[in-house]
């Protein structure tokens, strides 16, 4: 079993930005992937990006492509997500989702390749 935490949600005013963390604990097998998803009111989860464990490969939704920024620290099981230049749509609950295998990463956008997740937490961009 992996647990997934998020943190680091919150208000923010349009341009701003915020720091998202995501702590995996437990068997956290040393190949992994993990991604963030997002969940706007009324609408389907959506993939936003994703990093696997051995070298950093990353993959973005064109939505967040040069405003959002994944990372990870393996030593930690941490993965971040830098967001800067926030916008009214990019209100939503952020999922962390964790894979213990990776796939070629343009597979990694859908979200039944992992297996867990966390509970979310909120953002919300003020106009």
């Known amino acids: 079993q992996v647990q997934v935490v998020e943190s680091g949600g919150g208000l923010v005013p349009a341009g701003g930005s915020l720091r998202l963390s995501c702590a995996a604990s437990g068997r956290t097998f040393s190949t992994n992937t993990m991604g963030w998803f997002r969940q706007a009111p009324g609408k389907e989860r959506e993939f936003v990006a994703t990093i696997t464990s051995s070298d950093d490969t990353t993959y973005y939704a064109d939505s967040v492509k040069g405003r959002f920024t994944i990372s990870r620290d393996n030593a930690k099981n941490t993965v971040y997500l830098q967001m800067n230049s926030l916008n009214p749509e990019d209100t939503a609950v952020y999922y962390c989702?964790?894979?213990?295998?990776?796939?070629?990463?343009?597979?990694?956008?859908?979200?039944?390749?992992?297996?867990?997740w966390g509970q979310g937490t909120q953002v919300t961009v003020s106009s």
């Open positions: 989702a964790f894979a213990s295998v990776e796939w070629p990463i343009r597979f990694m956008v859908n979200s039944w390749r992992y297996e867990y």
